[in-house]
């Protein structure tokens, strides 16, 4: 990251602060929900039944420190084996594309997304959690998808 956006990133999480938000359902469930953009969406599946058959629903907004996220959970929870991306993708950040393109291609050696088209596809996360994600967990594409039961029945 360069230090122009760096800058711009600091004053972000200042003036234009973003909590995480997820919601915890059945930690027994092999199955994650991620709204990326999509807050209304996240909102509709916390307060529906699926919420009930998902282990966790939540958000994606940036292609570096939210899939780092993404990859430390599903390494420290065995059990997630899918996780449904859905939602608006993140406009700036396609951060859903580059989640795809991770599990496809991995990184390179400068922990790059390979082939990512995301401003700053920067991880932190080491190579092993990365294979994990890889070889363990299966997305299932569905960018640009709103609405709940469509999605319900896709899962």
């Known amino acids: 990251m360069n230090k122009v956006s760096e800058t711009i990133g600091k004053i972000c999480e200042i003036f234009l602060p973003?909590?995480?938000e997820f919601y915890i359902g059945n930690l027994d469930s092999s199955v994650c929900i991620c709204?990326?953009?999509?807050?209304?969406?996240?909102?509709?599946?916390k307060n529906s039944k699926i919420i009930d058959n998902v282990a966790i629903a939540g958000r994606l907004f940036t292609e570096?420190?939210?899939?780092?996220s993404i990859i430390k959970y599903v390494?420290?929870?065995?059990?997630?084996k899918?996780?449904?991306v859905c939602?608006?993708?993140?406009?700036?950040h396609t951060s859903g594309h580059s989640l795809f393109q991770l599990h496809k291609y991995g990184i390179d050696?400068?922990?790059?997304?390979i082939n990512s088209t995301s401003p700053d596809p920067f991880l932190t996360v080491s190579e092993l959690e990365i294979k994990y994600f890889q070889k363990e967990i299966t997305l299932l594409n569905l960018i640009g998808e709103t609405n709940i039961e469509i999605i319900i029945n896709k899962i």
């Open 18 to 20: 973003v909590p995480e």
């Open 75 to 80: 390494n420290q929870n065995k059990k997630i």
């Open 35 to 45: 709204t990326l953009s999509s807050i209304k969406l996240l909102k509709e599946i």
């Open 82 to 84: 899918t996780i449904v």
């Open 64 to 68: 570096n420190k939210g899939i780092d």
């Open 87 to 92: 939602g608006k993708e993140v406009w700036g």
């Open 109 to 113: 050696n400068n922990n790059k997304i």
